[in-house]
Nanobody, 126 residues
Framework: QLHVVESGGGLVQAGGSLRLSCAAS????????ISWYRQAPGNQRELVAT???????TYKDSAKGRFTVSRDNAKNTVFLQMNSLKPADTAVYYC????????????????????WGQGTQVTVSS
């Protein structure tokens, strides 16, 4: 099992910046991809960025050039640096961690599960 906690959200003016953090805690888990999603009121949850455990990252088109995802594997923490924020970026931001139990790997029965945090609110005022 993993416990996932996001932090760093808040209220910022358009053009400002925020840095979100996602911390995963738990024992004997191999953590693979970590993704940031967001969900605005009345909208479906959408993928914003993903980073693999080797550090390769991908982004939603509207986030490219403005958002940067990074991770500290030693601390099982991922960051989302958001610059040049727009009112359209207003949403609850969620972190999803894909992980496999070490015990399952050792039994040659790896089964990946996804673990979600509770979300952190980002509000961008115009």
């Amino acid at each position: 099992q993993l416990h996932v906690v996001e932090s760093g959200g808040g209220l910022v003016q358009a053009g400002g910046s925020l840095r979100l953090s996602c911390a995963a805690s738990g024992s004997r888990m191999q953590i693979n991809d970590i993704s940031w999603y967001r969900q605005a009121p009345g909208n479906q949850r959408e993928l914003v960025a993903t980073i693999t455990n080797s550090g390769r990252s991908t982004y939603k088109d509207s986030a490219k050039g403005r958002f940067t995802v990074s991770r500290d594997n030693a601390k099982n923490t991922v960051f989302l640096q958001m610059n040049s924020l727009k009112p359209a970026d207003t949403a609850v931001y969620y972190c999803k961690v894909d992980a496999i139990a070490i015990a399952d790997i050792l039994r040659d029965k790896p089964s990946q599960s996804s673990y979600w945090g509770q979300g952190t609110q980002v509000t961008v005022s115009s």
